[in-house]
């Protein structure tokens, strides 16, 4: 169709108008410059994150779940160079002024069976699992912490994984509990059933008796042999314990989550040792003071040419499939209680929980009607749920997400 000249002239005068108004169009270049944007797109596969995001902010991305029979691969896509910790099923990076794609990979393993038994240590029979994997080259205690057991351990999502990670990487593992833990005696009298890091043999500790009395048991029983190396890896009172413990028995390498372990120890141990510190801990042992202590710590060991390691869990947003991770709860259940905690005001804009999970415990047991979703679960559950939230909010739990960092750190420390 021809426009009339009329129409086509004036088309022609509004348009030279408009290109002489533009004072960011380059002088003879015929063009008009896009208008700048101020967001870009991250696509994330298989896994979680996907959205707008400015340049400048923080962004975390997360796998799909996976069942008992696979772990963690790695990030893939031209821009994992961008990824704090390209190998760990979580991570984060700062937004760059440009579009991204991550895709997530997971890769199969074999399942196994956690063995137990009932062993007796120095003076009673101990709780004992276990598992040593054909060829092992290696094995590792895990450590609860106050107020926990080995059971707790056992059953704790997040030490699971770990568990599994350790096992494919050719690691055994043994777990067992503090004496107080098995008596349920406050024998110390400080108030808390947990390992006692003091006296410092093995003889008058009854805790450290155990370990060596109960791995010797293990020995004889042609489940492993002397002359594998042994470490330790511990969660808050777990996490001190694995200090002084890999530094009595001369462990080749050691990790401490959720605690400071003490200055002492950094200025006697010759145990390599890596500290897994959580942002915004709120346990009144640790908090602030205890992550400073720990990179004081980790510093001072550092100086002293003993290898350390210090990392930090980050304050990271909720996604509605978060709570759906272990599988105890449905895709559809957790987007719910996602869309409770939404609606209820937990979450700000960009879905970080707002506060700590106290809060919501303290809300929701002063009006459970008003929960209905988290009303719908049984005590488990919303355990597990109040667990998740703290994972997000970087407060003081066995987290998952530098459990290829704390591999790497165990198969060669700082290399």
């Excluded at 890091?197 to 370990?211: G, K, W």
């Excluded at 210090?310 to 259940?333: D, I, N």
Aim: hydrophobic fraction near 35%; glycine fraction near 8%.
């Amino acid at each position: 169709m021809h426009l009339p000249m009329l129409n086509r002239f004036s088309l022609l005068i509004l348009l030279a108008a408009a290109a002489g108004c533009r004072k960011d169009a380059p002088a003879g270049s015929g063009t008009v410059p896009a208008p700048a944007t101020d967001s870009f797109q991250v696509t994330v596969n298989q896994g979680y994150g996907s959205g707008r995001y400015k340049p400048g902010d923080t962004v975390h991305i997360f796998s799909l779940a996976y069942p008992d029979n696979q772990i963690f691969g790695s990030w893939a896509g031209p821009d994992t160079s961008l990824l704090n910790a390209p190998r760990e099923w979580h991570t984060w990076f700062i937004m760059p002024a440009r579009d991204l794609r991550f895709t997530a990979s997971t890769q199969p393993v074999s399942t196994f069976t956690l063995q137990y038994s009932q062993i007796m240590g120095r003076d009673r029979v101990k709780p004992v699992y276990y598992y040593f994997p054909a060829g092992h080259r290696g094995f590792v205690y895990l450590l609860h912490g106050t107020g926990g057991t080995a059971r707790s351990v056992v059953n704790s999502y997040e030490f699971q994984l770990l568990i599994r990670d350790l096992v494919h990487d050719g690691l055994g593992v043994v777990i067992t509990e503090a004496e107080e833990a098995t008596t349920g005696v406050d024998a110390n009298g400080d108030g808390k059933l947990r390992w006692a890091t003091t006296p410092f043999d093995s003889l008058t500790n009854v805790d450290y008796a155990n370990i060596r009395i109960l791995t010797d048991s293990l020995i004889r029983r042609g489940l492993t042999d002397a002359g594998k190396p042994r470490y330790s890896i511990g969660m808050s009172n777990g996490g001190n314990f694995s200090a002084t413990l890999s530094e009595l028995y001369h462990f080749p390498a050691a990790v401490s989550y959720c605690a400071p372990a003490g200055g002492p120890v950094a200025q006697t141990t010759t145990t390599p040792l890596q500290f897994c510190m959580a942002r915004f801990d709120n346990n009144p042992n640790v908090g602030p003071a205890g992550n400073a202590m720990a990179l004081d710590n980790s510093q001072t060991l550092t100086a002293r040419n003993i290898c350390s390691r210090y990392l930090v869990k980050e304050h990271a947003p909720l996604y509605p499939e978060r709570f759906a991770r272990s599988g105890q709860l449905t895709l559809s259940q957790s987007a719910a209680v996602f869309n409770e905690l939404k609606a209820k005001g937990y979450l700000d804009a960009r879905n970080y929980f707002i506060g700590y999970s106290q809060d919501l415990t303290t809300a929701y047991q002063a009006d459970p009607s008003s929960f209905p979703v988290l009303s719908s679960l049984n005590p488990l559950l919303q355990y597990y749920v109040t667990t998740e939230i703290d994972l997000s909010v970087s407060d003081h739990q066995m987290y998952s997400d530098y459990n290829r960092a704390t591999l790497r750190f165990l198969d060669g420390p700082c290399q």
